[in-house]
C-alpha cells in the first residue's frame, strides 16, 4: 500500500529513544517509517485519537511457542517432567496443519490484543500455518522451527529440517513481516551437529539461532554428566553461541558464562513468568547480565506455562521477582524493565529501527487506554507501564504502518471465529 499516511493525534509518547524522552503531541507516519514525533501532524489518511491514551513501541516477545494457547490450563500445577510427557508431548503429538494454524491464530489474536507487535518463536511447522497465520494477522514473526534429535543419527530428522529452514529462509528473503530461522530445543535435547549447522545457518543468513539454554538445574547436571560441560559450554564448542544466538532462559548460569554470553554478543530471553510457575528454582542474573554488557530481552514462553502471552505481566514480574530476590527494591527498575520489552528485544532480533520512536524508525506501536480508572492518577508513564497496565488496557496495536487494532477493535483477523476454531482445535487434542 504505497502512499498510506496514519496519524495519531493528541497524545503522550513514551519514546523510547536514546534519551528515553516521554514527549506530547501527535505522531505521524507515511507507509511504515515515523515521519515525525510530537508537535503537530499533517492530515493523513487515517488518523487516530489519542487522547488520554499513551502510545509506545509495540512489544519484542524474544521468547514463544505461539500455537501453545491451545493447551492453556492443560495440566497446571505439575512437575516439569510430568506435565511434558504426561500432557503437553501427547497433545502435540496429535497437532495437525488446522489445529496448528488454528492455535497460531488464536496466539496472534493475544499479541495484537496485547500490544506486541514481533515475536521471536519456537515452534513446528513454521514455514507453513505459522508463517501463514502470522502474515494474515499483520505481525512481524521471526519462526524458528524447533529440532529435537537425542538419540537420533545426525543425519536424520534434524538434518532434512535444516534444510527446509534454509530453503525457507531464502523463499522469504526481503519479507518484511516473516523472518524463519534454526531453533534446536536444547543442548539436552539436540545433538551437537544440529547446533553446528544452526549456528552455521544463523551466520550465513544473518538470522537468530533461538534455542532453550539452562532453564532448570537438571538440564544443566544432565548436561555435563553426559557431555562434560554445562549448557552454555557446549552452545561454545558447537560455535552456536555468537552474536545471532538468543538463550531462552538462563536462570541456572555461572558468573563465567554471563561473560561467556556477554562477550560473544548473545542475547537472553528472560521468561519470569513461565520460570515462577514451572518453579525453575534459579533466577536469570539479569542485573549481572546487563553490568557485563550482555542485552536481555522479555519472553512470555509458550501461553501453556504462563498462562496468558501477556507481556505487560511479564515486565511487572521481571522487576518484581528481581527485586524480592535481592532484598533491594532499587533493583531492575521500571525503565530498564521496558527497554527489554521494547528495545533491547528488538536489538537482539538485529533490528535497531524497532522498539523505539523516532524518525525514520519503522512504525510497529501500541497504545494503552490511559483514562481507565485503575490507571489513574498518571504521575509516571514508564513506571504505570510496567506496575500498573495489563495487556487487557491496550486499545490499539500497528505493525509496519499498518493498523491491527484500533479502539479494541482487531482488523486484521475475525475474533469469533478464531475463537471457535481454537476451542475446537483444542478439544481434539485433549480428548
Ligand atoms: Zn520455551
Redesign the pocket.
Known sequence: MPGTSLAIRNTTLVTQDAERRVVEGDLYMEDERIVSVGGKAPEADRELDGTGQVVLPGLVNL?T?VPMGLLRGYGDDMLLEPWLQERIWPAEAKLTPESMRAGADLGHLEMILNGVTSYLD?YFMESGPIADSCRAAGLRGWCGEGMVDVGQTPDGEANRKLKEIEDSIKATAGDPLITHCPSPHGTYTCNRETYEASARIATEYGVPMHT?CSETRTEVYDVLENQGARPVEVLKQTGALSANAVL?HCGWVTKGEVQDIARAGAAVAH?PV?NLKLATGGVCPVPELHDAGALVGLGS??AASNNTTDLFESMKFAALVQKQHRWDATVLPAQRVLDMATRDGADALKRPDLGRIEEGATADLCMVDFRRPQLVPRHDAVSDLVYAVSGRDVSATVVHGRVLMAEGRVETLDVDAVVDAARAAAAGLTA
Open positions: 521468547h511457542h519456537m532453550h531462552a521468561c513461565s514462553d509458550g
